[in-house]
């Protein structure tokens, strides 16, 4: 399943105000449910949440992951929600960020956009960019790499 027939699949709970929706393939299953506050959340089986209505914090950030052995000083961002992938706040506008610069904790580095709402995703570590795992404009999945950082 992709990134768009997630949302129609979300849309379509809205419009017809369904609290519970399961959606079963051969290779996926998902599950959305209304919580009580009236918050969609999809659910998969490997207990990923999206939270599909609600914007998350400007300060959510994904925690660093190790990388592949050659790279052990790396700390690696990852996507901490479904969304559609932006390196500027605007299209034509510098990124906030590109390999090579020095990043510091808590500044942003990217946005999310998850069911029209931006979400900032910002840096835990000081460092220095030294990848950027996704293009512009791209779909991203929960956990899906964004940025390595060589800490400080």
């Keep these: 399943m992709d990134f768009d027939e997630l949302k ?7 419009e017809h105000d369904l609290t519970e929706l ?9 599950r959305v449910r209304k919580g009580p506050s009236g918050q ?11 939270a599909a209505s609600a914007p998350v914090a400007p300060s959510a950030v994904a925690a660093p992951m190790a990388v592949p052995a050659e790279d052990v000083d790396l700390a690696v961002l990852k996507s901490p929600i479904v ?5 500027s706040s605007e299209p ?4 906030f960020t590109d390999v090579g610069s020095r990043v510091k904790k808590g ?3 990217c946005i999310i956009e998850a ?11 000081d460092g ?3 990848k950027v795992f996704v293009e512009n404009g791209q779909a991203v999945q929960y956990g899906e790499r964004l940025f390595a950082i060589r800490p400080n």
């Design 92 to 95: 034509g506008s510098a990124p």
């Design 115 to 125: 069911m029209k709402l931006m979400n900032e995703i910002t840096s835990d570590v």
């Design 83 to 87: 969304g559609t992938f932006y390196r």
């Design 8 to 14: 129609q699949v979300l849309e379509m709970v809205r």
């Design 22 to 30: 399961e959606l079963e393939r051969p290779d996926f299953k998902i």
């Design 128 to 130: 220095e960019v030294v």
């Design 107 to 109: 500044q942003v580095l």
């Design 40 to 50: 969609l959340q999809a659910v998969t089986p490997v207990a990923a949440v999206v």
